[in-house]
């Protein structure tokens, strides 16, 4: 399964459930709520922890599909993007990006 199908899929099951698909503000605390979840599961060695990841990418998916936003194609660019990036430690070890946007 690619990201767009993913995101389809998702946005399907919104529909069909009568889940949020309007409000913005509203599934950006969900998001956030499941981020929080993956994390505690992450802490806790929670073997559900892929499941809360897979809750997060859903509801990232939604907020993609409520705005328009082709995530597939955001993500294969944004990795292109970051391909092309070259980072150097400052003199404090920190890595600074020295090319690309």
Same mark, same amino acid.
């Given at each position: 399964?690619?990201?767009?199908?993913?995101?389809?899929?998702?946005?399907?099951?919104?529909?069909?459930?009568?889940?949020?698909?309007? =409000? !913005?503000?509203?599934?950006?605390?969900?998001?956030? &709520?499941?981020?929080?979840? *993956?994390? @505690? *599961?992450? #802490?806790?060695?929670?073997?559900?922890?892929?499941?809360?990841? *897979?809750? &997060?990418?859903?509801?990232?998916?939604?907020? *993609?599909?409520? =705005?328009?936003?082709?995530? =597939?194609?955001?993500? &294969? #660019?944004?990795?292109?993007?970051? #391909?092309?990036? !070259?980072?150097? #430690?400052?003199? =404090?070890? !920190?890595? !600074?990006? @020295?090319?690309?946007?």
């Amino acid at each position: 399964m690619d990201i767009s199908e993913a995101q389809r899929l998702a946005w399907e099951n919104k529909l069909d459930k009568e889940f949020n698909v309007s =409000n !913005v503000e509203l599934e950006f605390g969900l998001l956030w &709520a499941e981020i929080g979840e *993956a994390f @505690t *599961a992450w #802490r806790k060695k929670d073997p559900g922890f892929g499941e809360e990841l *897979a809750d &997060a990418f859903l509801f990232l998916a939604g907020l *993609a599909q409520m =705005n328009g936003i082709d995530l =597939n194609g955001e993500v &294969a #660019r944004k990795i292109e993007k970051n #391909r092309s990036r !070259v980072y150097e #430690r400052d003199e =404090n070890g !920190v890595l !600074v990006r @020295t090319v690309g946007d």
